[in-house]
C-alpha cells in the first residue's frame, strides 16, 4: 500500500507557471503506472499525464500536450508535474495517482487504485 502527498498548488495569471509535486510513501517498488489528474465540481476526473515507472514513457492529456511535463525522481519516490503556459481552463484540483497492475491498455482514472488528497491550481485571466 502506499501513501501520496501533493504539493505546490497555488494561485497564478495565465501564463504563469507551477510545479507540483507528489511524494510517495510505502510500499513503492511495484507501481507500474503513476499519472495526474485533476478536477473541477460537476464535471468527471481528467487524465491530464501518466508515466510508466520502469520506462518512463509518457502520455499526455490533449489539452495539456506541449505545455506540461511529468517527470520522476525514482531515488526520491516523488512524481512532478511542471506546468508552463497555464490558463484559466486549467483551474482544477490536482490528484497524484498510482496502480500497480501491468495493462494492455493505457489506464484511465478508475484503474488507479490510490489517490493522494488533493491540491489545488487556480489560475486567474
Known amino acids: 500500500q502506499v501513501q501520496l502527498v501533493e504539493s505546490g498548488g497555488g494561485s497564478v495569471q495565465a501564463g504563469g507557471s507551477l510545479r507540483l509535486s507528489c511524494a510517495a510513501f510505502?510500499?513503492?517498488?511495484?507501481?507500474?503506472?503513476m499519472g495526474w489528474f485533476r478536477q473541477t465540481p460537476g464535471k468527471e476526473r481528467e487524465r491530464v499525464a501518466i508515466i510508466h515507472i520502469a520506462t518512463d514513457i509518457t502520455l499526455y492529456g490533449d489539452s495539456v500536450k506541449g505545455r506540461f511535463t511529468i517527470s520522476q525522481d525514482k531515488a526520491a519516490n516523488t512524481l512532478y508535474l511542471q506546468m508552463y503556459s497555464l490558463e484559466p481552463e486549467d483551474t482544477a484540483m490536482y490528484y497524484c495517482?498510482?496502480?500497480?497492475?501491468?495493462?494492455?491498455?493505457?489506464?484511465?482514472?478508475?484503474?488507479?487504485?490510490?489517490w493522494g488528497q488533493g491540491t489545488q491550481v487556480t489560475v486567474s485571466s
Open positions: 495517482a498510482a496502480d500497480y497492475r501491468a495493462r494492455s491498455r493505457i489506464p484511465g482514472p478508475s484503474d488507479f487504485g490510490y
Open positions: 510505502g510500499y513503492t517498488n511495484s507501481i507500474v503506472y
